[in-house]
């Protein structure tokens, strides 16, 4: 009676095994996904406007120096951490590199000036300003684009 039991038990075992590889239909599997993750990669780029996107972190940017320049240090950082998220979405959209590198830094150092543990003011106006100006730069490239 345990030797049936054994053997029923290891068959139970080896069908749940064989169910959870997939039967080795795993190779049909990955030939049917290769194709739309190409597809994926080759568009990456998400289909929105990016004038809104641009013109929401500007208001944020500036929302950011308003708070900073009325001491309100709690506010600015909520709002510089909405301003890096927002940048998050707008930089998947910019093809210069250089630019996109210039603006996820500048908008990542405004987010550490305010989030500095010694928060300066004057040093939070001047990381805000380069922020604006390379936002301002890449809204120039993204006017006319398309898709």
């Known amino acids: 009676m345990r030797n049936k039991k054994l053997i029923l038990l290891s068959l139970v075992a080896i069908l749940v095994l064989a169910v959870a590889t997939g039967c080795g239909s795993s190779d049909k599997q990955t030939s049917k996904s290769a194709p739309s993750t190409a597809a994926k990669s080759a568009s990456s780029m998400p289909k929105e406007d990016v004038q809104p996107i641009a013109q929401d972190l500007e208001r944020k940017l500036k929302d950011t120096g308003t708070m900073v320049k009325e001491g309100k240090w709690a ?7 909405e301003a890096l998220k927002t940048n998050d979405r707008l930089i998947v959209h910019v093809t210069d ?18 989030n500095a543990s010694l928060a300066d003011q004057k040093s939070a106006e001047a990381k805000i300003a380069t922020a ?3 936002l301002k730069q890449v ?9």
Do not use: F, P, W, Y
């Open 139 to 147: 809204s120039v490239q993204l006017q006319g684009h398309n898709h």
């Open 132 to 134: 604006l100006e390379a």
């Open 97 to 114: 590199a250089r630019m996109k590198d210039s603006l996820q830094k500048s908008v990542t150092d405004v987010n550490g000036a305010v």
């Open 75 to 81: 506010e600015a950082k909520l709002i510089a951490a």
